[in-house]
């Protein structure tokens, strides 16, 4: 059965703090991992990693994956109060032409106090 | 036009109510989803469709109906729910053989 587990579950953290959030998978068939970040409503996208050792950036977000030891995570620098979300990490089972299929991991909730 | 809008975006029901929620993508993806999202908890896939053809149905209850009237819409009919369906019900689409599905907003569902 594919599993992805993050970690931690949850974290507080100062503005200004710099947080790694952990991603580690186990799936049958592996295309993609994704981060999605989710506030109130629907998750948005962050990152697509397919290859090892290439780091995705995005302004104070950046995320590397490692497919050998089946992890990635995600980093946030200089973090704000509009950071505080829950990410979700989830990994792509490709279902060819029918779709793809993202099995999701729990989430970490970031919380960041000004 | 590059978003999922769902409809409506509450929506409370009895259980022996019959109602339907509503998905609308303009991006052209021919894969459309519904998940499932209880509270604390991940997204659970439920349903996919490509091409508007149900390719995947994750073991899901029969009293949850999914329809694709054409490339654009996804509706998900809901008949004689139990209160442990109260959920945020997410729709999302993906490019045909694309990786990143765009989520919408989700319609909060609450059975009495």
């Known amino acids: 059965e594919d599993k992805v587990v993050q970690s931690p579950l949850s974290l507080v953290v100062h503005e200004g703090d710099t947080v790694t959030l952990n991603c580690s998978y186990e799936v049958t068939n592996f295309r993609s991992l994704l981060w999605y970040k989710q506030e109130k409503k629907a998750p948005t996208f962050l990152f697509m990693l397919?290859?090892?050792?290439i780091e995705k950036k995005s302004g104070r977000l950046s995320s590397i994956l490692d497919k050998k030891e089946l992890f990635s995570i995600l980093n946030i620098t200089a973090t704000q109060t509009g950071d505080s979300a829950v990410y979700l990490c989830?990994?792509?089972?490709?279902?060819?032409?029918?779709?793809?299929?993202?099995?999701f991991g729990a989430g970490t909730i970031l919380r960041v106090k000004s | 036009d590059t978003e999922v809008t769902q409809t409506p975006k509450h929506l409370v029901m009895g259980m022996t109510n019959k109602k339907s929620l509503k998905c609308e993508q303009h991006m052209g993806h021919r894969a459309m989803y519904w998940y499932k999202q209880k509270a604390k908890k991940p997204p659970e896939l439920m349903f996919v469709y490509s091409y508007e053809k149900l390719s995947i149905n994750e073991s899901v209850p029969s009293r949850f109906s999914p329809e694709c009237p054409n490339s654009s819409l996804l509706n998900l009919h809901l008949h004689a729910l139990q209160p442990e369906d109260s959920a945020l019900y997410l729709c999302a689409s993906s490019q045909e053989g694309g990786h990143e599905q765009f989520f919408g907003p989700g319609t909060r569902l609450t059975v009495l």
């Open positions: 397919t290859s090892s050792g």
């Open positions: 989830a990994v792509e089972d490709p279902l060819g032409e029918y779709g793809n299929k993202l099995v």
